[in-house]
Nanobody, 115 residues
């Protein structure tokens, strides 16, 4: 089992920045890819960014150039730095981790970009 706990969400004005964190605990010895997803009200959950264990990254088009995913394997933590936030970035953001063919999920953290 892997437990994931996100933090760092909140209310920010459009154009502002937030940094999300996700700490993994439990059976974390072989965590492969880690991801950030988001789900806006009335919409399907969508993939925002992925980072492999070796540090390769991939982003949704909506996140490219504004968001940066990173991970610290020693701290079992993945981050999402979000800059130039837009109202359409408002959503619950979820951390996910892949381990031995199974995907574990965090409980989510709310991000609201509004004036």
């Amino acid at each position: 089992q892997v437990q994931l706990v996100e933090s760092g969400g909140g209310l920010v004005q459009p154009g502002g920045s937030l940094r999300l964190s996700c700490v993994a605990s439990g059976s974390i010895s072989i965590i492969d890819d880690m991801h950030w997803y988001r789900q806006a009200p009335g919409k399907q959950r969508e993939l925002v960014a992925t980072i492999t264990r070796s540090g390769s990254t991939n982003y949704a088009d909506s996140a490219k150039g504004r968001f940066t995913i990173s991970r610290d394997n020693a701290k079992n933590t993945v981050y999402l730095q979000m800059n130039s936030l837009k109202p359409e970035d408002t959503a619950v953001y979820y951390c996910a981790a892949d381990r031995v063919g199974f995907r574990y999920w965090g409980q989510g953290t709310q991000v609201t970009a509004s004036s």
